[in-house]
Every structure is written in structure tokens, then in C-alpha cells.
């Protein structure tokens, strides 16, 4: 069952396209990677499927929703699209457990006993309970990604956005995600992933997306995009990633 | 007399002092962060009032704004109890400076955060209350401990306007006892007291509220 579907996204920056007719679908327990050199509006896309950015044109229907309407209320439709920030960019003010928690109190209105408990469940789905009065300042850079994954999982989005979830970590760390991101999926949880991390899209099940000036220019496994694509952006862009391969 | 009589007769003014200090931080303190906030709606003719109110009560002197609530509003038939007057020109004062610290402290907010929080689908307010005023507050820290100081140290000014704090009772005293030396000493070591305890209290909520690792990135 589809729950994001997206027609002719547009978005300029001073009559400059960044985007420029974004199509692509994505269902329920699906993973989809979007992939594309550096500058393409892999972030510009992610922004705009929750108008964190506003789009220019184009449709976006989430959940049977159109949600560039005016009247929508899009901070609604944001509670349930989690969204993990390249620099992960916790709450430096809030201990993990707190920034958890944040949402479930402020949005949900759950008691501060309850919202406790539910954080401290996802923590510990991410392996971060021992840390969890801890202050982001004090957390390394993979343990900050895994608070700021259960910040996302505790609000129980229908999907989860991650925008290049291993360029911030060592090549160990980066594997960890691999494994996290498998784990999140067989639960379920429905992702849409930007990276230009090869090895990371090779251990994730899902299509890759290759977005190209903005534009989708092919949808494939990752493996029919590496094998001599015919698109020629696809095979310089992957022969740049992985000369050897 | 003994220098401790001086002292502890100085130190009925003092209650006046810290009186008067207090209704001024608390004047300053929110209107300052009023002041601030509304900065942050960024609204053009706001932006000019604002403009205006931290540049009138930064470039005028304590004493003249003083005088004119003091003695320039009851002439147009206002009149101001002192210590409302001393929280309309020291206490606004306060508030002119401070807003610039909390513009400067709201602005050292990592936008990342804000934009993290409005991707959980936090409304403005909440992501002012939640994220940017805690943060902003623990930024102003040292600016604000400099503005409260800077209150204490002009509240003699009250003097002018029949407040009996501190420094009017020494006067009096001095002008009957003959002995100024000695009283305008006790005046500066309860000063000195007054000052050490106000900084000690500021420090022990800014350490009570401190977070481990916290600092402007
Ligand atoms: N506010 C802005 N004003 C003007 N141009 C912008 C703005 N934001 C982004 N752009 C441009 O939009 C294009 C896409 O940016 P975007 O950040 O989406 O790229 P990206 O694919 O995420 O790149 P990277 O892989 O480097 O993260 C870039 O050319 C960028 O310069
Ligand atoms: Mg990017």
C-alpha cells in the first residue's frame, strides 16, 4: 500500500530549480534510498516532503493526504514523519532520556511518567539506555544519531527520513547504521534514505532513487544501477564512487 | 558610636536598597526579554520601536530619565511613587541592555535544533518555550550578572527621589554625627556585602541549572 506518493515536485531558489519534477512513490515497510552527487537536492527533497522547506509546485499525498494544501495542518502531518538531521541535531539543553521525551509531552500531552517509560523503551531499542541522563555534549557522534533515531521511533511516525545518516560517522559506526537500518525495517518501519555512502546502500534491501540536478533519472536495486547503467550521470556517478568495482 | 552601631543603622537603608535593585532587575529582566522576543517576530515599525526604546534608554542618563518620571510626569498629571519611577528609568535601563543580550544569546541557538524541532511538528511557541528561552537564558548568564550588578551600583540614584535606602541614611547620619569617614566606609562595605550576596545567589542557580558540556557552538 503506497504512503507517500510524489508528482511533478518543483522547488526554485531565485527562479533556479533545484528541483525539477520529482516523481516516485514509496509504500508501507518499504526502505527506498535516494542517491545523487553532491548538490542534486537530495536534502532539498527530504525538506520539502514535509515542507520544512515550501515546494514550488507538485503534489505530495501522504497517507491518502494531500499536503501542500493550504489548509492542512501540517504540523499534524509532521508528528508523524520522523526525521533524523544529518547532524543529528539534538536538543543540546535536554539529557537524551528529555529529548525523548520532548515530543511525547509537548505534542502528545502524555504525564511525565508515562512519557518517561515510553522513552525509555525506544532507548533501549537503540541500545542507549545505560546513556540516558547523559547530555548530547557528553554522547559520541553515533551514540547522538541513536538518541535522535528513538526521538524520531518514540512519536511512531509512519515514516522515518534519514538524510545521509553515516556521513558524520567513522567507517565502523557507518556499518552500525546498516545493521539499524535493516533492524528498523524488518520491524516494519517505513524509510526514505538520502546517502552517497555506496557500501550503505549495497547493505540496505531497498530501491535506490538517483536523483540527478534534481530530477529522478532511475529507480533500481542498487546492483542494476552499478552494472553498467545506461544512463550515463548513473555510471559516472557510481565509476566516481567505486573506480575499482 | 561604634563603627557596628554606624553599620547596623545603615542597615535599615539597606533594605530599601535591595528593594529597590530587586524591582528593578525584575523590571529589567522581563522587559528585556520581552524586548527581545518581539525582536524575533521581525516585524518592520516594531523593529523601529524597539529600536528606539533600546537606543533612548542606552544613550540617556539614569539621572535625567529619573527626573523627568519623577518630577515630569506628575506636571502633566502623572504622578509616580518613587520606587515605580526607579523601575521606569534604572529598571527600563536594565531591560535596554539586557535585550540585546538575549537577542545576541537567542541568536547562538544552533538552528539545526529549530529546525529538528519544527520537523517533530512543534508550533512556534512551543519550540520558543521548549528550545530557545532555556537555552537563551543559560547564554545570558554572564551578561545578565553583569546588567544586575550594574543595578545595584546605581540604585543610590533612588536617594534623589526620597527613597531611604543606604546611601540617604548615611547622609543624614553624616550630617549630624560629623563622622563621614567612618559612615561613607560602612556604606561601602554593605555594599560590598549586599554585591557578594546577590553574586553568590545568581551563581548558585546558574550552577544549579547548568548542563554538563553546555556552551554557545
Ligand atoms: N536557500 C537556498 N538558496 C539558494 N540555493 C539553495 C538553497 N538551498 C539549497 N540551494 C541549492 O540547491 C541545490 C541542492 O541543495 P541540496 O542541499 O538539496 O543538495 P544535496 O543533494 O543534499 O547535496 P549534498 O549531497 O552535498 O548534501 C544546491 O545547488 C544548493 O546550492
Ligand atoms: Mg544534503
Redesign the interface.
Given at each position: 500500500m503506497t504512503l507517500l506518493q510524489v508528482r511533478g515536485l518543483t522547488k526554485k531558489h531565485d527562479d533556479v530549480g533545484v528541483l525539477n519534477g520529482v516523481d516516485f512513490s514509496l509504500c508501507k515497510g518499504e526502505i527506498k534510498i535516494v542517491m545523487g552527487p553532491s548538490g542534486c537536492g537530495k536534502t532539498t527533497l527530504l525538506r520539502c516532503l514535509n515542507r520544512l522547506q515550501e515546494p514550488s509546485s507538485g503534489e505530495i499525498i501522504f497517507d491518502g493526504e494531500e499536503i501542500t494544501a493550504a489548509a492542512v495542518d501540517i504540523q499534524q502531518v509532521r508528528q508523524r514523519i520522523g526525521f533524523v538531521f544529518q547532524n543529528f541535531a539534538l536538543y543540546r539543553h535536554l539529557s537524551a532520556l528529555d529529548n525523548v521525551k520532548l515530543g511525547l509531552r509537548k505534542l502528545r500531552g502524555l504525564s511525565d511518567a508515562e512519557a518517561t517509560q515510553r522513552a525509555i523503551y525506544e532507548l533501549s531499542r537503540v541500545e542507549m539506555q545505560d546513556h540516558q541522563d547523559k547530555y548530547p555534549a557528553h554522547l559520541s557522534g553515533g551514540q547522538q544519531q541513536r538518541v535522535a533515531i528513538a526521538r524520531a521511533l518514540v512519536m511512531d511516525p509512519a515514516v522515518l527520513f534519514f538524510d545521509e545518516p553515516t556521513s558524520a560517522l567513522d567507517p565502523l559506526m557507518a556499518r552500525e547504521v546498516a545493521n539499524l537500518l535493516n533492524r528498523l525495517h524488518d520491524e516494519k518501519v517505513t524509510i526514505l534514505c538520502v546517502t552517497h555512502d555506496v557500501t550503505l546502500a549495497k547493505n540496505l534491501p531497498g530501491d535506490v532513487l538517483f536523483l540527478n540536478h534534481g530530477r529522478v533519472e532511475a529507480e533500481a536495486p542498487i546492483s542494476e544501477l552499478m552494472k553498467n547503467h545506461a544512463n550515463e550521470n548513473v555510471r559516472a556517478f557510481f565509476e566516481q564512487k567505486a573506480p575499482s568495482e | 558610636m561604634t563603627f557596628l552601631e554606624i553599620v547596623s543603622i545603615l542597615a535599615r537603608g539597606a533594605g530599601f536598597t535591595i528593594l529597590v535593585t530587586l524591582a528593578c532587575i525584575l523590571t529589567g529582566f522581563f522587559s528585556g526579554l520581552l524586548a527581545a522576543l518581539l525582536f524575533r517576530l521581525d516585524i518592520r515599525p516594531l523593529n523601529w520601536l524597539l529600536h528606539a526604546f533600546t537606543y533612548t534608554f542606552r544613550g540617556i542618563p539614569l539621572l535625567v530619565i529619573l527626573f523627568l518620571v519623577f518630577f515630569g510626569l506628575p506636571s502633566i498629571g502623572l504622578p509616580i511613587p518613587p520606587l515605580v519611577a526607579m523601575m521606569l528609568s534604572l529598571g527600563l535601563i536594565c531591560g535596554a541592555y539586557l535585550s540585546e543580550v538575549f537577542r545576541g544569546a537567542l541568536e547562538a541557538v544552533?538552528p539545526?535544533?529549530l529546525?529538528?524541532?519544527?520537523?517533530?511538528?512543534?508550533?512556534r511557541i512551543?519550540i520558543l518555550t521548549?528550545?530557545e528561552i532555556?537555552?537563551m537564558l543559560?547564554f545570558s548568564a554572564p551578561g545578565m550578572l553583569n546588567e544586575f550588578t550594574t543595578v545595584l551600583k546605581y540604585s543610590p540614584f533612588a536617594y534623589t527621589v526620597g527613597v531611604p535606602e543606604i546611601l540617604k541614611e548615611a547622609t543624614s547620619l553624616a550630617l549630624t554625627t560629623l563622622r563621614g569617614m567612618e559612615i561613607y566606609l560602612a556604606v561601602g562595605v554593605l555594599y560590598f556585602l549586599i554585591y557578594k550576596i546577590m553574586m553568590e545567589m545568581f551563581l548558585w542557580v546558574e550552577r544549579r541549572y547548568a548542563?554538563?558540556?553546555?556552551?554557545q557552538i
Open positions: - | 544552533d539545526n535544533e529546525m529538528a524541532a519544527q520537523s517533530m511538528g512543534m508550533r512551543q521548549a528550545i532555556p537555552q543559560r548542563i554538563p558540556g553546555f556552551k
